[in-house]
């Protein structure tokens, strides 16, 4: 309860106004702070031209930016297995992250505990299980048995253009209804639609080799079958015969269309619930220290959920809207969601199966510039920061009862902050004031430059590169024509 309120002016420190023409008068130089561009937030999607591997095989990668906060990089390996970074650290399996998320009545819980300004308690929180995550990425195909073999529903869709291997048998009559070596037309598969074929008959050995999709359960005794995700051999098939199970739902991996990237990855993964998956993501962000479910709980939803220190801002928002194609999600919601993250992992997965295009970095579309405000913005809060680092230092020390805000505030870090932004900041210049023509287009200027931006040792190529989006805003005058 507030017992009584103290108000008090407190001196936060001088800033430089901008003049009319668009300079800031510092030290009584003039001088201009030249706009950055910088990568707009949001999500790319890229592959490593055949670099990596020495086969020449393309390995893809996606990565999430954020406006502030850690960066996520989702990429394949040279086995096909899809690894996610937390901030460049060590690579964990992508699905020891999906088990860390949370599950839908997790989901709500939380979002009920936020509301009320609670923390949700670590051991009332349930993660993805295996199977959520195989029935996010895959469709199933379910085969049932019938007394002389197993069925499955016809899809026509899928066989399209297809040569038959052997017999289009139909499940309910035993009868074949088109030969081995016919090629599926779309007149034939009409014709086939129209005859009422629902089910097709399918030979046990070619269950062998395909994955299920659920965990396969005998009811009374408890004893588990075929787990998710698990490929079916002919000793699974000789278990379902002796327990007389007649369903097998099984995950929609053809290995044309559909590859089994996360189904392997997930079988490569050593954890298998969310406890471990925390476990394992705290072990790579603070490695040496002993974690506790708690801490590693914390940590991971400190680093991707909470607003205070993951922020994509409304631009990261709506350009991860586009790329994924979300609608209605408003971009006042700046933190990650569990969708996003399983929306890139989908789209990676279909980038590897060769549906989508990656992006081009270079693309001014994927570009964005801070301006005078922004920079100056960002390098306030960092003031603030140190500041409130110290008012917190002091409130802990002193007698709280007789104090004044004026005792606990010092403003110098703020302060500071500000006067080294204006006079020594890599973007900010003294006017160029040769003649008028000079200055304004010193005031127009862009750098990819400056901090939080590219150095000089590092920009390769691509990036001096004129790219087609450059047209027309390059110029000619200023600009010698070399050997670009």
């Known amino acids: 309860s507030i017992r009584d309120i103290k108000e008090q002016d407190v001196y936060m420190g001088d800033m430089p106004l901008m003049t009319d023409n668009g300079t800031f008068i510092v030290n009584g130089t003039e001088r201009v702070i030249v706009s950055q561009m910088h990568r707009s937030p949001g999500v790319f999607f890229d592959h490593d031209k055949g670099k990596t591997h020495s086969s020449g095989k393309y390995l893809f990668a996606a990565r999430i930016i954020p406006y502030r906060g850690s960066w996520l990089d989702f990429e394949f390996d040279a086995k096909d297995l899809i690894h996610v970074r937390i901030d460049r650290r060590r690579k964990i399996p992508v699905t020891t992250l999906l088990l860390a998320l949370d599950n839908d009545a997790t989901w709500k819980k939380r979002a009920a505990a936020i509301a009320k300004n609670q923390t949700l308690d670590p051991s009332e929180a349930q993660g993805l299980s295996p199977e959520e995550i195989l029935s996010a990425f895959y469709g199933q195909v379910v085969y049932k048995r019938e007394k002389d073999g197993w069925n499955t529903p016809f899809d026509g869709e899928s066989m399209r253009g297809v040569k038959l291997t052997h017999d289009l048998v139909n499940g309910k009559t035993g009868k074949s209804v088109a030969d081995a070596g016919t090629k599926m037309t779309p007149r034939l598969l009409a014709k086939l639609k129209e005859a009422g074929l629902k089910e097709m008959r399918v030979s046990p050995e070619e269950l062998i080799g395909r994955y299920a999709a659920l965990d396969v359960i005998n009811e009374k005794t408890g004893e588990i079958y075929v787990e998710a995700g698990q490929e079916i051999t002919q000793a699974v098939l000789d278990l379902f015969d002796e327990n007389e199970i007649d369903v097998l739902p099984t995950l929609a991996i053809d290995h044309v269309n559909v590859g089994p990237y996360i189904r392997n990855t997930l079988a490569a993964d050593k954890n298998s619930n969310r406890e471990e998956a925390l476990l394992d993501v705290y072990r790579v962000m603070r490695p040496g220290e002993p974690p506790t479910l708690e801490q590693a709980e914390t940590l991971f939803q400190g680093l991707l959920f909470d607003i205070e220190r993951y922020d994509l801002s409304p631009v990261g928002r709506v350009k991860m809207n586009m790329r994924l194609g979300f609608e209605g999600v408003p971009d006042s919601q700046r933190t990650l969601r569990r969708e996003d993250i399983l929306a890139v992992v989908k789209v990676l997965h279909d980038l590897k199966d060769g549906r989508g295009e990656i992006d081009d970095i270079d693309h001014l579309g994927n570009r964005r510039v801070r301006s005078v405000g922004e920079l100056m913005e960002n390098q306030y809060r960092v003031g603030l920061l140190r500041m409130e680092r110290a008012i917190r230092e002091r409130m802990s020390s002193i007698d709280i009862d007789t104090v004044m805000p004026h005792d606990l505030i ?75």
């Open 410 to 484: 010092n403003a110098k870090p703020a302060a500071a902050a500000v006067r080294e932004f204006f006079g020594s900041s890599q973007l900010s210049q003294f006017m160029d004031q040769t003649n008028p023509l000079s200055e304004v287009t010193h005031k127009r200027r862009l750098s990819a430059l400056g901090p939080g931006g590219l150095t000089r040792e590092r920009a390769g190529f691509e990036v001096r590169d004129v790219h087609p989006t450059h047209y027309g805003r390059i110029c000619p005058i200023e600009t010698p024509e070399g050997p670009n």
